[in-house]
């Protein structure tokens, strides 16, 4: 099965197999879905309800069991990371006061620990990334809200801090993933950089035009899982860069982000971008993906689903990318419509949601440029099937 709550309150069970649903349960009064995780060991649904600071917990069929609470910080933000599930049986999750959080198959919050707090300012910043070592002794979190905000190493049975990281440029992390030779990789950005290109403040001078094809503001970090520094792989052009994920037997880092050009009338504009480099920082390829605004983030992942491909979710189609950049095939999910605004062909976000690599699917949400009369955008789920090589 999966799971989705889309904006109605409601949380439907959906057979994979015939796209069924197969049952659906109403979610207390003012609930606000913005995580759902099934754990690997009891098939319990986790649910972070970012709008009452709490998680639920459900059974397989949809029963409350459990209501885990967290607090609130000084800053607000609709998004948090992935819950993290262990072969301990174990759940871990960042909350928007800051804090991350172990807690058992019972619903019982064994520890807690703070990682959102800004020295200079003491500001709470919600927790915007988690990952765990491939050994499990480690949690990785970073909290991207507050730019001088170190990474943390956590150790993931008792909490206590075990290391910390900070890059005296690149300290703005977006994205944090760990590989199966025990790197620790983060997508990290230079906060200034960012700002003279991104800002709409009157009091920021305009972007440097004549420095566009040059610019460099982004770059992949590799830690080793101590969180000693191992290699800085700086990115010219990409000074946006969303995620991250390596592949140590293939030689590849994969990456998206973003980066300027010239648009129509002299517009400034960006486009999204995967690109791939190896462990030695040399890069391989890139590929643009689609236009979009200086403003914004985007909730469309990236996901290599087996050894030779990768797949990305984009607007209102899936682009198939083998490991040299080429694209092998494409998706259209939904109908080719223009889109209002700089004439650019949008057809609504397509994000992909589940990896099934035993069937060899992709579980896709596409938000579709409709609109329900009780329920406002409407968004499907689609099962696409690669079609065989």
Not at 305 to 333: P, Q
């Amino acid at each position: 099965m999966i799971y989705t709550n889309y904006f109605t309150g409601i949380l439907s069970a959906i057979d994979t197999s015939s796209g069924t649903e197969l049952w659906s349960c109403e979610l207390p009064d003012g609930s606000d879905i913005v995580q759902i995780g099934v754990h690997p060991h009891n098939n319990d649904i986790y649910l972070m309800d970012l709008a009452n600071f709490r998680v639920l917990v459900l059974s397989p069929e949809g029963k409350l069991k459990h209501k885990i609470c967290f607090g609130i910080g000084d800053e607000a933000i609709g998004m948090v990371p992935p819950f993290i599930f262990s072969k301990k049986g174990l759940c871990y999750f960042g909350a928007p006061d800051g804090k991350v959080y172990c807690v058992d198959d019972k619903g019982k919050i064994l520890w807690t620990s703070t990682i959102g707090e800004s020295e200079p300012s003491s500001k709470i910043s919600p927790v915007s990334d988690l990952a765990i070592t491939k050994d499990e002794s480690t949690i990785v979190a970073a909290s991207f809200i507050g730019p001088i905000n170190p990474v943390y190493g956590i150790d993931s049975d008792s909490g206590k801090i075990k290391w910390q990281y900070n890059h005296s440029k690149y300290t703005s992390i977006n994205y944090i993933a760990v590989d199966d030779a025990g790197n620790v990789l983060l997508a990290a950005n230079n906060p200034d950089e960012m700002n003279r290109w991104n800002s709409y403040h009157p009091d920021v001078l305009e972007p440097p035009l004549e420095e566009i094809n040059s610019t460099v503001g982004g770059a992949i970090i590799l830690l080793d899982a101590n969180g000693n520094e191992k290699k800085i792989i700086e990115i010219p052009k990409e000074f946006g860069l969303i995620h991250v994920t390596g592949d140590p037997y293939r030689n590849r880092i994969y990456a998206t982000g973003y980066t300027c050009y010239i648009g129509k009338h002299a517009r400034l504009s960006a486009v999204w971008a995967l690109f791939a480099v190896d462990y030695d920082g040399n890069i391989l390829w890139d590929t643009l993906k689609y236009p979009i605004f200086l403003a914004g983030y985007t909730n469309n992942e990236f996901i290599e689903v087996d050894d030779f491909y990768i797949y990305l979710g984009s607007y209102g189609d899936v682009k198939k990318i083998d490991i040299d950049g080429n694209l092998i095939a494409e998706y259209r999910i939904l109908p080719e419509k223009k889109s209002i605004i700089s004439d650019l062909n949008l057809h609504g976000s397509t994000s992909i949601m589940v990896v099934d690599e035993n069937e060899r699917s992709l579980y896709v949400l596409c938000e579709e440029e409709k609109h329900h009369e009780k329920y406002g955008s409407i968004g499907r789920i689609y099962k696409l099937k690669p079609e065989p090589d």
